[in-house]
């Protein structure tokens, strides 16, 4: 099975004209990506998903914690939230291969609530990430959306079923209670992850703990504590590393400069803004903003984007 997998999403790539990089696909949510060298640490963004190493390696950064998963193990991402991840084992020979696929909360809570038996979620928070093997139910499930791709019309007919399937495995299980707390309804990981979501949507704003905690239903001192149980941040470190990381993306996409993207992401100061940035990034804003464009143009001359 695990060979099988990996030969299905190399096939792909080479139809999509092979090289590496990231390869979006015609299922929606559904990601492959290729690459032939370990790759420096990248601060981002990373959403509700099931992060699979099909070969080599990657290590994400999340609070003091360092999760390290290799072939055929998975990170799972239960919460939107800011972290470095990086590739550790990849070369020409062994490249590095991953599928990453959405989670879809809605489909998951269906998916829930027609299991018999459901996994008991622990009410106390714990970190949004964790790393969990790849058994043969969900690698075969994974294998026959890859091989969905070679029949487009299809897609739309059955991926849904696969993502289902996908998410009954997960809940079914050794890591099935971990899973549930994202579909159980107003439990206390719900009602944190609200808190989440305002703060991606308004990271720009000045939020007080005290908005968040009403939006949670918690007292501002068992909202911290849940929130910082899930994200391994307080609230402010949360919406810092949302605002520094949208202002790179600014510098870097839309060459603003340190001041414009330093006022579009809330800040008051461009200096204070600077100080906090390199203290994040161990680097000033714009020199950094000048090795990303670099970067990025050295590894777009050499990747392919499948259409």
Known sequence: MDRALLNAVLAYIEEQGGGEGLFPTAVEGLNI??????????RDIYRPSLCVVLQGGKELYLGGNRL??????????????PATGQIVEADELN?????????????????????????????????????????TPLADCILRMVRLLGTPKAIPVLAPFIVREICY?????????????????????????????ML???????????????????????????????????????????????ARRLMVTQSANVAEAAYKVGYESPSQFSREYSRTFGI??????????????????????AS
């Open 33 to 42: 990506v290729r690459s032939f060298q370990s790759m420096m640490p990248m």
């Open 68 to 81: 390290s998963y290799r072939e055929m193990e998975c990170l799972v991402v239960s919460v939107g939230f």
């Open 95 to 135: 490249p590095y291969v991953g599928v990453t696929i959405d989670f879809d909360v809605a489909t998951l809570r269906e998916v829930l609530s027609q299991v018999d038996t459901r996994p008991t979620p622990a009410e106390h928070s714990s970190p949004c990430a964790f790393v969990a093997k790849v058994d």
């Open 169 to 197: 495995w997960l809940i079914s299980g050794p890591y099935g209670a971990q899973i549930c707390k994202l579909a159980v309804p107003d439990s206390n990981i719900e009602r944190v992850v609200r808190a989440v979501s």
């Open 200 to 246: 991606h949507s308004n990271f720009a704003e000045t939020l007080r703990i005290e908005q968040l905690a009403d939006l949670a239903h918690m007292s501002p001192s068992s909202f911290h504590q849940h929130f910082k149980a899930l994200t391994l941040m307080t609230p402010l470190q949360f919406q810092k590393q949302l605002r520094l990381l949208e």
């Open 284 to 305: 000033a804003p714009k020199q950094d903003a000048l090795n990303q464009q670099r970067l990025y143009s050295q590894y777009a001359s050499r990747t392919v984007i």
